[in-house]
DNA sequence: CCCACGACTGGGCAGATTGTCCAATGATTC
DNA sequence: GAATCATTGGACAATCTGCCCAGTCGTGGG
């Protein structure tokens, strides 16, 4: 659960350049090569790092557009169903369920707004699904992120 | 702003495998090696691959509670400062600007609800915010993907 | 119909990196 | 003090990388 300094160095570096290999890592942050090791290997151990899978950018893809909906769902059947259904659609790039009003939360990204029509429909249509309210994302003047954080939980 | 089916073969093997090499993709896809370098090199020029950072994992670093925050913002001044304000906490992991009776939407984390107020009255004493509302994420039923969305988009 | 162009192949090369061991040296805990 | 754990610095063979090249293939233009 605790990370130290070392390991907020390390994963910072990581994040910021990630083609360099261990070796290279290990004289940057002048330790050996192997405690550079140990330290990876724990830390994907422990789940810090879940892996170093190639990042995408939906908007290179063409889809331009992100939208967070929310959904009210029938109470008979629950959550699980829906969430199903809505891992079915490439474009709802995650789903949550919530506390408040509404009962879930997704995230979709469309190729354009007449488009984002056409996904929400798609939601709409899965069974369970009550209604939805959809809410298009203009900017992300702080896109993902998660350095921020592992540096104040390396402190 | 396409991508063909090697491509997304390519980036389907990457995010299963990150640990595989340029030259282990190239024999699982049964082409060339220099086509694989080739096509990765593309594809981050194109900025579909904008990088290999590590993924980690708010709740194995003890930040066991996801909310999406939104808020209003004072018309006076716009979205920039306080942007740049929210960029500064680490729990705020990202930041959006919406359609909506909100202004803004941001996902944040904490260690436990009572951290979350925490967070939250940081974000509140933000300058230029006027108030917020916020939702748990209980439960995240589809973890954010991209993958079906490139397979979808190599078709 | 032919040609140029871009993409892919298959190969080779030197240099760097990886995975894996090891013994010795602190540092910390009991 | 004694044991434990992390780290160091070094070694090894095997592998991979970055880079280059010539030849082939398919598409579109001329």
Request: aromatic share 2%; charged share 20%.
């Given at each position: 659960?605790?990370?130290?300094?070392?390991?907020?160095?390390?994963?910072?570096?990581?994040?910021?350049?990630?083609?360099?290999g261990?070796?290279?890592?290990?004289?940057?942050?002048?330790?050996?090569?192997?405690?550079?090791?140990?330290?990876?290997?724990?830390l994907a151990a422990?789940?810090?790092?879940?892996?170093?899978?190639?990042?995408i950018?939906?908007?290179a893809?063409g889809?331009d557009?992100?939208?967070?909906?929310?959904?009210?769902i029938?109470?008979?059947g629950?959550?699980?169903?829906?969430?199903?259904?809505?891992?079915l659609?490439?474009?709802v790039l995650?789903?949550?369920?919530?506390t408040?009003?509404?009962?879930?939360?997704?995230?979709?990204?469309?190729?354009?707004?007449?488009?984002?029509?056409?996904?929400?429909?798609?939601?709409?249509?899965?069974?369970?699904?009550?209604?939805?309210?959809?809410?298009?994302?203009?900017?992300?003047p702080?896109?993902?992120r998660?350095?921020p954080?592992?540096?104040a939980?390396?402190?």
């Amino acid at each position: 659960m605790t990370i130290d300094q070392l390991d907020a160095r390390l994963i910072s570096l990581l994040a910021a350049e990630p083609r360099i290999g261990v070796l290279e890592c290990s004289r940057r942050l002048a330790v050996a090569r192997g405690t550079v090791q140990a330290r990876l290997d724990r830390l994907a151990a422990r789940g810090v790092i879940t892996g170093y899978g190639p990042d995408i950018d939906p908007s290179a893809l063409g889809y331009d557009v992100t939208a967070f909906v929310t959904l009210q769902i029938r109470q008979v059947g629950g959550h699980v169903p829906v969430a199903d259904r809505l891992a079915l659609i490439p474009e709802v790039l995650e789903a949550h369920t919530i506390t408040g009003g509404d009962d879930m939360l997704c995230r979709v990204v469309a190729r354009s707004n007449a488009d984002l029509q056409r996904v929400i429909d798609l939601i709409v249509d899965v069974q369970g699904v009550m209604r939805t309210s959809s809410v298009i994302a203009l900017d992300t003047p702080v896109p993902y992120r998660t350095m921020p954080l592992v540096s104040a939980a390396g402190a």
